[in-house]
């Protein structure tokens, strides 16, 4: 993408009661955006502006059933950083009525101040129970369950937005249908996947697409895919018009990138990025490892989350290829003090990873996996099994 977008600061934007100098949010990731890295991307961002929030970095997508009935294990993940000013969570649901009472209690009980709606997440899990990318097929359900959200959390003066993505596949599209409908309900914004279900995080981002749903409807638009670098967000801003963006695999191994993304948005023009060394990279990974034991209250479990971040966090460095297993293996902070005092610690931030993409990417799912008879009609059907419950149509 293009990396080279002068102009003026990005326009602050107006999510209900928050006001964000930096229009960037951190995209829910499973398994990735719990309070420990959350801390570690925002810190980043603050440390940039002068400016709070600097940002708004949500948690990873929970179950609303979970969260409405009060299920412990859901109820964990819902843990706020407190030195965050803007709690945000995602919800993932499929029945209206779940879902507004979920936003209930994370609003009331929980203190959140900013809730989003997951209706782009392609997993066959989540897909397969009529849920996320291909639930705004169903305009009625979706806009069922997306006025109760709204209504649910105006009680606590909570901004409601949703995260979708194209459509099902290319002859399926469904973005600018529910958008207008998400409009109506009262969303205040708009978080745009710039890929089909079928494409899931393979190929290109079309960000043509984002060009053309900001064209349709008055609300904010946040714009997300193939952001790698701040030069790139600056570029989908100034060529879709899009309010802001969000970052999901961008950040993964680089907290930094927020850093970047909050220093571009207030000049209004990306500079060339201060890299760390790999002796700053090392401090992070220590800092995340000792913010996953607190995070989890076990040294050994947080030490297992920290391992699939390893080659993320070390993609291009000349590690070897026995330090970079023993890494991914890691078990205890004193192994990890060991392991990344073995580190070339002057060895220089590797630039040709810059602009590459990072995390999962795959190929096309080539069939999207829907309940029985989903593409029959855009209502949902009497006796149609979604999230594991039988929801009469109507």
């Known amino acids: 993408m293009t990396q080279e977008t002068p102009g003026s600061a990005i326009q602050p934007l107006q999510l209900g009661p928050i006001s964000l100098p930096v ?19 925002r810190e980043q961002a603050e440390s940039a502006v002068d400016q709070r929030p600097a940002g708004v970095f949500t948690c990873e997508m929970i179950t609303a059933r979970g969260v409405a009935s009060h299920i412990d294990k859901t109820l964990a993940m819902m843990e706020a950083d407190p030195s965050d000013p803007v709690f945000s969570v995602q919800l993932y649901g499929t029945e ?22 997951n209706f782009g997440c392609p997993v066959p899990k989540v897909t397969r129970r009529g849920g996320g990318g291909v639930l705004p097929w169903k305009l009625g359900l979706f806009e069922r369950i997306v006025r109760g959200a709204v209504r649910a959390a105006a ?7 949703i995260k979708t993505r194209i459509g099902i596949d290319d002859r399926y599209l469904t973005m600018l249908d529910s958008a207008r409908v998400a409009e109506q309900a009262g969303v205040a914004a708009l978080t745009l996947h710039a890929r089909t279900v079928e494409q899931a995080y393979s190929g290109q981002a079309d960000w043509e697409a984002i060009t053309r749903l900001v064209g349709a409807v008055s609300i904010p638009v946040i714009g997300n895919g193939d952001i790698w670098e701040a030069g790139d967000a ?9 309010a802001g963006v969000a970052i999901g695999r961008g950040a993964l191994g680089r907290p930094w990138l927020f850093r970047d993304l909050a220093a571009a948005m207030i000049r209004g023009q990306a500079a060339v990025p201060t890299l760390p060394t790999c002796a700053e990279v090392a401090a992070m990974v220590r800092r995340h490892a000792q913010g996953l034991v607190e ?21 291009g460095f ?32 590797p630039r040709h990873e810059l602009e590459a993409p990072r995390g999962r990417q795959g190929s096309p799912r080539g069939k999207v996996v829907m309940p029985y008879g989903w593409l029959d009609s855009r209502e949902l059907d009497d006796d149609v099994m979604i999230d594991d419950e039988v929801v009469s149509g109507g």
């Not at 229009?23 to 991307?41: D, E, I, S």
């Not at 297992?304 to 993320?312: Q, V, Y």
């Open 96 to 117: 209206p009525v779940g879902v507004a009472q979920a936003v209930a209690v994370a609003c009331g009980e929980f203190g959140v101040r900013h809730i989003d709606l």
């Open 295 to 315: 995070h989890f209250k076990d040294e050994r479990h947080g030490l297992s989350d920290l391992r699939k971040h390893m080659s993320w966090y070390f993609k």
């Open 318 to 349: 000349s590690l070897g290829g026995s330090l970079r297993h023993d890494l991914a293996m890691v078990s205890s902070l004193a192994q990890l003090d060991d392991l990344l005092g073995r580190l070339d610690l002057t060895e220089p931030f």
């Open 155 to 161: 009680t606590y003066d909570v901004p409601v937005t």
């Open 234 to 242: 600056l570029a989908m801003m100034a060529q879709t018009g899009c």
């Open 23 to 41: 229009p960037v949010f951190l995209a829910p990731m499973a398994g990735v955006t719990n309070p420990a890295f959350r801390r570690l991307c």
